[in-house]
């Protein structure tokens, strides 16, 4: 104890520590072991600019503590309050007392012969000798002065350690880059952005839902979150098609999701282009944004209003499958005789059909068709109006199985859905028979309900349709019965000519009238061409040279199912006959 020194302090030098944001300076321990009675001040500074004057820079002290001692001894006080030391910062506690009090460590060292080679150090105690973190002011001084000694006092703090965040309630976003490639985020927490790697990890994941990204916290953050990103190309997206105005247009686009309709410039955004003259190449290009990503070009259809205005389709099941679409024309189109509105069949076949050949409606509207056979029902149809300067108005697109879609589940249809259900199965399997557009089949939602029936079938089921042989003579004789399915339902029957010279062409009938004999690499045939799904039950009689056999299209079905032959198409067929006949009649 130095009886001259009524202020002294210590420099401390806060810790790095990992995980530790901050320690809590919470007691102060001095020695008084030569005095009692001592009126002490404290005094802590942080943040020091200068470790030689403590209040260099106006700095003041963050807290002030006075008290007084009873006896002479180690006190330790208690601060009134915690102080908060940053890590990698110096503080001091500074002891003002009103009397000398205050004890030191001296640093001293002692040798047995200083300055000798053979000097041994008998006590050594440099405590802090020369690190200038011990100061002191003697009574009537105004400036501290650094001390070889270390004056015991003493600072007691605590750690407070860093609280890790909950990452689950960081907020996930994409950035324009991102791609299932590029998993590019941005992840914010308290309006902060985080780094990959140094406070998170991340994993994904990809299925029908589209692209997951998990972060994990690392660091400072704890916890885990996930949010899914959508590709825009996997929703539901139309644009409507627009009539010609001569300038850019840019019609509406509506996108849809399994929630719910997605809003434009917050969930993407729009840009088009090509979009001013006539026709189908026009473009607009929609840009995920948000919850959504990457881009879909959609194309639509600028049309020259000519006069056409489609009002609705409806099919024509009488037999035949036919496409009906119902137009309003304009005066001027009611008055062009070379109108016309074309069909564009699969496979490149065209039916052409003018307004004055068109079926005239009550109100006014006509009703424009074409036919379409049993393997084509989930092909597209292009149909276009012209006027008769050759001028196309606008184009659908339009398949038999679109239409029994949006119908289906209409109340006002359900008497017709049996007979509908039962053409797709009969055309799903003529696509099987045929090879034909196998990737998209007509009866792919209806084909298990109809399995068991098809498997019931029995040949004695249709003994009274088998065919029936009248007359016969030794020159011609029948030679097998067949159904051709593949441009609508033709039942042909084959014959054997040993001399056909000696046929006479008037002797070449169908129920008594005059008809063409054909031939092809089976032999000579006679056709009943486009007979009605509700009138396969019908007999016909044929006759050529004097020999002469009764036989319907469903003779046919009964000798493939007595002779193993029948192909789903045939029973399925049947099938569609029964419905046909309990609709029809």
């Known amino acids: 104890m130095n009886s001259s020194i009524t202020s002294a302090y210590n420099v401390y030098t806060v810790q790095t520590k990992e995980n530790v944001e901050s320690e809590s300076l919470k007691a102060v321990s001095v020695s008084f072991t030569k005095a009692a009675n001592v009126n002490y001040t404290l005094e802590i ?73 053979d000097s041994k150090p008998v006590w050594d105690q440099t405590v802090s000798i020369a690190d200038y973190l011990s100061y002191y002011k003697t009574e009537g001084s105004t400036a501290y002065s650094a001390s070889w000694n270390n004056f015991r006092i003493k600072a007691f703090t605590t750690n407070n350690y860093k609280e890790k965040k909950d990452i689950s309630n960081a907020v996930i976003t994409k950035n324009d880059d991102f791609s299932p490639d590029n998993l590019s ?50 929703l539901n997206i139309k644009c409507k098609s627009v009539a010609y105005t001569g300038s850019e247009v840019k ?3 509506t996108v849809k999701s399994d929630v719910g309709t997605l809003i434009e410039n917050v969930d993407y955004y729009l840009s088009y282009s090509n979009n001013k003259n006539a026709g189908e190449d026009a473009v607009v290009t929609i840009k995920g944004l948000n919850d959504y990503y990457g881009t879909k070009e959609l194309k639509f259809q600028i049309y020259n209003d000519i006069g056409f205005e489609l009002n609705g389709t409806s099919l024509s099941l009488d037999g035949l499958i036919n496409y009906n679409f119902y137009y309003t024309l304009s005066d001027e189109m009611l008055k062009d005789k070379n109108a016309y509105v074309l069909f564009t069949l699969p496979e490149g076949r065209t039916e052409k059909m003018y307004v004055k050949d068109a079926i005239v409606k009550n109100d006014g509207s006509r009703v424009f068709y074409c036919g379409v056979y049993a393997m084509e029902m989930t092909k597209k149809i292009k149909v276009q109006s012209f006027n008769g300067n050759g001028v196309g108005g606008r184009i659908y697109y339009r398949s038999i199985t679109d239409y029994v879609s949006k119908i289906d589940q209409m109340s006002e249809f359900a008497s017709v859905m049996p007979l509908l259900n039962s053409m797709l199965n009969y055309g799903g399997y003529s696509q099987d028979l045929f090879n034909y557009n196998l990737e998209n089949k007509a009866y792919k939602n209806v084909k ?56 006479d062409a008037s002797s070449v009938t169908i129920n008594g009238k005059v008809t063409d004999l054909k031939k092809n690499s089976k032999g ?55 419905e046909s006949k309990k609709y029809f009649g």
């Open 448 to 503: 298990d309900s109809y399995l068991t029936q098809m498997e019931s079938l029995k040949y004695e089921d249709f003994e009274k349709y088998k065919s029936v042989k009248i007359n016969s003579n030794d020159n011609v004789s029948t030679n097998g019965i067949s159904l051709e399915l593949k441009n609508g339902i033709t039942f042909r029957v084959y014959f054997k000519i040993n001399d056909v010279s000696k046929v």
């Open 185 to 234: 985020v941005n992840v914010t927490y308290d309006n902060v952005s985080l780094k990959q790697d140094v406070d998170y990890t991340l994993t994904s994941t990809k299925d029908e839902n589209g692209i997951t990204v998990t972060i994990n916290g690392q660091g400072d953050y704890t916890g885990t979150s996930s949010k899914t990103f959508i590709p825009i190309s996997s």
């Open 45 to 117: 500074y942080t943040d020091l600019y200068a470790k030689y004057n403590p209040s260099y820079g106006n700095k003041k002290p963050v807290l002030t503590q006075s008290g007084t001692t009873t006896y002479a001894g180690v006190y330790t006080i208690p601060l009134d309050r915690e102080v908060e030391l940053k890590p990698g910062t110096k503080y001091c506690v500074v002891v003002k007392t009103d009397k000398g009090a205050i004890d030191y460590e001296q640093a001293k060292a002692t040798e047995t012969n200083p300055g000798a080679a």
């Open 524 to 578: 000579y045939y006679l056709d009943v061409e486009n007979i009605k799904s509700n009138r396969l039950n019908e007999f016909y009689t044929f006759s050529l040279g004097g020999t002469t056999v009764k036989a319907c299209a469903l003779s046919y079905i009964y000798s493939s199912i007595k002779y193993n032959i029948a192909d789903g198409a045939t029973k399925a067929l049947y099938l569609y006959y029964n």
């Open 251 to 253: 019609p509406a686009v």
